[in-house]
């Protein structure tokens, strides 16, 4: 029965793999919501889009700062869950670089 | 290249359709047996009949999604999840706004499965008696009266801000002027008995939030008890003679007009009559909210020197022409409405040479109260050439459209003039 177990888990395990790549396919497919290509594309395409539509985050046109306020308040009031400490300086890059205040 | 959908369901259980349109030039994909390889891969199969197709043709598979909203027509989509669009304002000419051509604002996700004989209405809190109202009720029992009333966005015209402002980014159409038929705010409160301790209102709407989560409200603002008793403010039921749009709120919501449109829930099922300022979902922070004082732009702004925003300030629109119109002739009416939030607009004024001359246009008085004013007049242009007209309203206390931005951190109350572009040739 363990034996069974461990590999019920293995086989889920490339099943999940499989979906995973499948999604990520589709996504690049559609080519991951119009975001510009560069660091961090990924990476905001699951973060921010999630919840809402990416067309809000390409109409923005803020400073670092003023990014990181919104992604605390949207952590805060809203729900989203925090990224990683090593995709938050990520996100926020790409941000401020594609839809910043310069 | 996306793909485009056969048709998605909105959350209110709408088709939406998902119209192609043209995109990108073919002879980018099509060079011999590798670009039809390309195009196939893409769209995801062969392409038995690829010889049929005309020269100018993209597969439709492959065309840009263009996302549009039934029972709407023609409006700027600024935001697809959740839905947000504007109207261009050469689309806003009647003085009634058709239901086309009202704005909408989401904050979260409508209502599915609505049952109309199983919606309340709950009024509670600081009442006499609690009260729980079906839609039936609310018409049998209470005077049933029809107002168009002017709602517009606090964030209208916030694209214009530099620096920019975070949000949606409107530019002028986030406002409409409906005919709204439904009971009185005021009359369903007294019918509760407002206690002495009353001193604001908290709606509650059925749209969900954002996240999913049925504990969070996607919004929830509310108004002082003294505007709440205002006797133009409705329970509306039906949008221009007929049940209201998905959109906007069916079937039931507020119209509170004057004040920002987020005063006035959408999807309403519960006004919580409260002893405090209301603390619901982007009441708080600086939802809404304005510096109390003068600040440049792009100032930061502590959170306590921050103020309820609650009449919207004087402004108009240039409805008629639309704005790039070329024209032959010498003489050209101009057409628009005007409005002030809980006053009204004594005058509007008109310039054709960038603010040296001004005109007054003729001026009609509202249909009712916190209706907007339409106006209009005939301009002369002296030769050929590009001019700007320039629409510029006064309220009942002499106060003007500003010749610029007042900047604020969150991008609210932009009443500057509007001005369109006519080319006299």
């Not at chain 2, 107002?147 to 159409?173: I, S, V």
Request: proline share 6%; glycine share 8%.
């Amino acid at each position: 029965m363990f034996k069974a177990n461990r590999l019920f888990l293995i086989f889920l395990t490339f099943v999940l793999i499989g979906i995973t790549q499948a999604i990520n396919a589709r996504a690049a497919e559609n080519n991951w919501g119009g975001l510009p290509k560069g660091a961090g594309q990924e990476e905001v395409f699951y973060q921010c889009g999630s919840c809402h539509s990416l067309m809000l985050v390409k109409q923005q046109g803020l400073s670092r700062d003023r990014w990181e306020d919104t992604l605390v308040w949207m952590i805060e009031e809203q729900g989203m869950s925090r990224p990683t400490d090593k995709n938050w300086a990520l996100i926020l890059d790409y941000l401020s670089t594609h839809f910043g205040s310069e | 290249m996306e793909k485009s959908g056969v048709g998605k369901k909105t959350a209110a259980g709408c088709e939406t359709k998902v119209k192609p349109s043209r995109g990108v030039d073919r002879r980018t994909f099509l060079g011999g047996a590798t670009g039809l390889a390309a195009i196939a891969a893409a769209v995801g199969d062969v392409i038995p009949f690829w010889r049929n197709l005309p020269e100018e043709f993209i597969p439709i598979a492959m065309a840009e999604d263009q996302f549009s909203i039934d029972g709407k027509r023609e409006l700027t989509v600024l935001n697809d999840r959740p839905v947000n669009a504007e109207t261009p304002p050469h689309l806003l000419d009647d003085d009634v706004t058709p239901t086309a051509r009202h704005f909408v604002r989401n904050n979260g996700i409508p209502p599915t499965d609505i049952d109309l004989a199983a919606w309340r209405l709950l009024i509670d809190g600081e009442v006499d008696k609690p009260l729980s109202l079906s839609l039936d009720d609310l018409r049998s029992k209470f005077e049933v009266v029809k107002l168009n009333l002017q709602l517009e966005c606090g964030g209208n015209g916030r694209a214009f801000f530099e620096p920019k402002a975070k949000g949606n980014q409107w530019t002028y159409g986030a406002v409409g002027c409906s005919q709204w038929t439904g009971v009185r705010l005021a009359d369903v409160l007294n019918a509760a008995g407002v206690k002495s301790t009353a001193v604001y209102t908290g709606h509650y709407g059925a749209d969900l939030h954002l996240s999913g989560d049925s504990k969070k409200e996607a919004i929830s603002r509310g108004v002082p008890i003294a505007k709440a008793m205002n006797p133009y403010n409705l329970i509306a039921f039906e949008q221009n003679g007929a049940p209201i749009h998905p959109e906007n709120g069916a079937p039931l919501r507020l119209v509170v007009p004057g004040w920002p449109g987020s005063c006035s829930q959408k999807w309403l099922n519960r006004i919580w009559v409260r002893d405090q300022v209301h603390d619901g979902a982007k009441m708080m922070g600086t939802s809404y909210r304005v510096p109390r004082y003068p600040v440049a732009p792009g100032e930061e702004v502590a959170k306590e020197d921050f103020a309820i925003i609650e009449s919207m300030p004087v402004k108009s629109l240039i409805t008629s022409p639309q704005t790039g119109v070329k024209v032959g002739d010498r003489k050209l009416l101009v057409r628009g409405h005007a409005w002030a939030g809980d006053r009204s607009v004594s005058r509007v004024d008109i310039t054709i040479d960038f603010g040296r001359t001004w005109v007054s246009a003729e001026l009609n008085t509202p249909a009712n109260p916190f209706a907007w004013q339409t106006f209009s007049t005939q301009v002369s242009f002296p030769e050929r050439g590009y001019y700007e007209v320039w629409a510029r309203a006064t309220d009942d206390t002499g106060v003007q459209q500003p010749f610029s931005i007042a900047w604020n951190p969150k991008g609210y109350l932009n009443n500057m003039m509007h001005r369109i572009a006519v080319y006299v040739s």
